[in-house]
């Protein structure tokens, strides 16, 4: 059991470029999260999903894509890096909303520098 | 925007000793969770506590929730090294999402 996996782990690349961030898990969690944190900035929310086919906007999402075609992948995109979107991205899981007591579960994030 | 805050930022104490870190939070609340996070790893979830619900233990780990004051404490009993990692409290924001803070450093030295 993985878990939440996160590929790829490390990534370097130049202003402009395009890259798309995977996540997978194989809980059969509904609900998928994508988060970026900063130092001093703490966790913040970029988007989500509430299902299969469904994406929401989070607290950050400018610069951003998502798609959620198959229920145990979701993926991020960005379609033209900036050096502000360099950061640490962690993808989360849970098995429904948290208004109904579920924690989430974390990967181990992915390392983005945009030079 | 920032839901929990914990207090102190960082804490640094010695093996043996307990360490208690605190959360404030602003609206009302159905739940409140506390999470680890060890260096260059993801967040792990350690306790969920409900809103009516004033204390819980898990192992070393003691919760307390005081809704009146839209607070939270996370106490470490007898810690140890292993237990030196960032602690962060999240809150339900809307239906289907968590907002976090922006944690406390918890350095625990031999």
């Known amino acids: 059991n993985a878990g939440v996996t996160q590929t790829p782990k490390f990534r370097v690349l130049k202003t402009g470029q395009s890259m798309t961030l995977l996540c997978a898990q194989d809980m059969n969690h509904e609900y998928m999260y994508w988060y970026r944190q900063d130092p001093g900035m703490g966790l913040r929310l970029i988007h989500y999903s509430v299902g299969e086919g469904t994406t929401a906007k989070g607290e950050v999402p400018d610069g951003y894509n998502v798609s959620r075609l198959k229920k145990q992948n979701f993926l991020l995109g960005l379609e033209s890096a900036a050096p502000s979107q360099t950061s640490v991205y962690f993808c989360?899981?849970?098995?429904?909303?948290?208004?109904?007591?579920?924690?989430?579960?974390f990967g181990d994030g992915t390392r983005l520098s945009i030079l | 925007s920032q839901q929990g805050e914990e207090d102190p930022q960082a804490l640094s104490i010695q093996e043996g000793e307990n360490a208690t870190m605190n959360c404030s939070y602003k609206t009302s609340i159905n739940n409140l969770q506390w999470y680890r996070q060890n260096s260059g790893r993801g967040l792990v979830h350690l306790i969920l506590?409900?809103?009516?619900?004033r204390e819980k233990h898990s192992g070393r780990l003691r919760v307390t929730l005081d809704t009146s004051k839209k607070s939270s404490s996370l106490l470490i009993t007898a810690s140890r090294a292993a237990d030196t990692a960032s602690y962060f409290c999240?809150?339900?924001?809307?239906?289907?999402?968590?907002?976090f803070g922006k944690g406390t450093m918890l350095l625990v030295s031999p």
């Open positions: 989360a899981s849970s098995y429904s909303g948290h208004n109904s007591n579920q924690p989430q579960h």
């Open positions: 506590i409900r809103s009516n619900e």
């Open positions: 999240a809150t339900p924001s809307g239906y289907s999402t968590l907002t």
